[in-house]
């Protein structure tokens, strides 16, 4: 499915619903230090893109059930979808996930049963004017699908890391007949250098 396209309302729908377990495939098996790993000063560490997420996610399902169910007319959208980057994951990981997971199961449920005039319904935020809930669920499944995206690669940076920096070095070389450098080389490409080149001491 193409992001950039306009999505219909049981493409967000679908989207949004796959997102529990695509995070939940994701993170599987990893530890604290992968949690931890960051690629570069700029960077998030992966545990806090994840706690991001969750914490995006739960915040979006909140703002849809109270527009629907409390008539809610004005909210932060943006803010909502996009919070501030500082939210460090809560370990345990598991508990998060299956919060979230249960969190996103009711307002998919809730979403299933709207018609055309619960989607054309629109809320005002203070900086972006009127938008409708459609709109926001469109903006909703981009950002999360966008840091999906994000935390594979994150994933994938951090294991070839971790990796390499559990990885021994390789012993050194031995020497040809106990000679350094040089006078190894030269020894074993010429025998009768081998033979006249002098013991190395010890």
């Known amino acids: ?3 950039e396209e306009e999505m219909s309302p049981a493409d967000v729908v679908l989207l949004m619903s796959s997102v529990p377990e695509r995070i939940g495939d994701l993170v599987y098996g990893l530890d604290e230090s992968r949690l931890r790993y960051r690629h570069g000063p700029a960077f998030q560490t992966l545990g806090g893109l994840i706690g991001h997420l969750l914490d995006s996610g739960s915040k979006v ?3 849809l059930r109270h527009a629907h169910l409390d008539g809610v007319a004005t909210a932060d959208i943006r803010a909502t979808i996009d919070p501030s980057h500082d939210e460090e994951l809560q ?3 598991q508990e998060a996930l299956e919060d979230f997971a249960r969190i996103r ?3 998919v449920d809730l979403l299933h049963g709207w018609g055309k005039n619960e989607w054309d319904r629109k809320l005002r935020d203070p900086r ?4 409708t809930l459609l709109e926001v669920c469109r903006m909703v499944a981009r950002h999360e699908i966008s840091h ?3 935390i594979r690669n994150l994933r994938r940076c951090g294991r070839k890391t971790i990796s390499t920096c559990q990885t021994p070095p390789k012993p050194p070389r031995p020497q040809a007949n106990g000679l350094p450098g040089q006078a190894g080389r030269a020894a074993n490409a010429n025998p009768a250098a081998r033979r006249a080149a002098p013991l190395s001491s010890g």
């Open 61 to 63: 399902d909140a703002l």
């Open 148 to 150: 999906i995206a994000q």
């Open 1 to 3: 499915m193409d992001l």
């Open 105 to 107: 199961r009711r307002t």
């Open 128 to 131: 972006a004017g009127e938008i």
């Open 91 to 93: 370990p345990p990981l």
